[in-house]
């Protein structure tokens, strides 16, 4: 008899791929692909127009607390744009199956997984940007 052990995902592999958030703090339409080599490319779409294209990298960082009947992991997600630029905030973050929240300065955002990619209609009206800062419109993040 043969048994197989599915060994459980990383929390990066968990993170790695294409979301939609479905529940911002801002009338926004915000997608975000983290890569496995943690690179992100950040799609939001603030009013009407085009969606604008932020790049660049992101760190996991994993936080452990030992209580008196167990121990608890806590990760945050923090990240760098490509002109230098740090987010505007550290996010503790958790994954269950394909929901993700993102949690900073008492604020949830939730975001789901997209199983076909970023739509073709929010790629077709992409405008990247050079440089997060001093722009009409600040990335999300």
């Known amino acids: 008899m043969l048994t197989s052990c599915e060994k459980p995902k990383s929390v990066a592999e968990q993170l790695a791929g294409d979301w939609h958030c479905s529940s911002s703090a801002i009338d926004a339409e915000i997608y975000a692909t983290f890569n496995a080599d943690k690179t992100f490319v950040l799609y939001q779409q603030i ?38 630029k740090t987010w505007g905030a550290e996010y503790a973050f958790a994954i269950t199956e394909d929901v993700m929240t993102m949690t900073a300065g008492g604020i949830t955002e939730t975001y789901e997984r997209v199983a076909g990619g970023i739509p073709e209609e929010v790629l077709a009206s992409c405008v990247t940007v050079v440089k997060s800062e001093g722009d009409l419109e600040v990335p999300f993040l």
């Open 47 to 84: 009013g009407e127009g085009a969606f604008r294209v932020y790049n660049g990298t992101y760190e996991i960082k994993t936080n452990v607390t030992a209580g008196e009947e167990s121990v608890a992991s806590q990760h945050t997600l923090t990240g760098t744009y490509n002109d230098g």
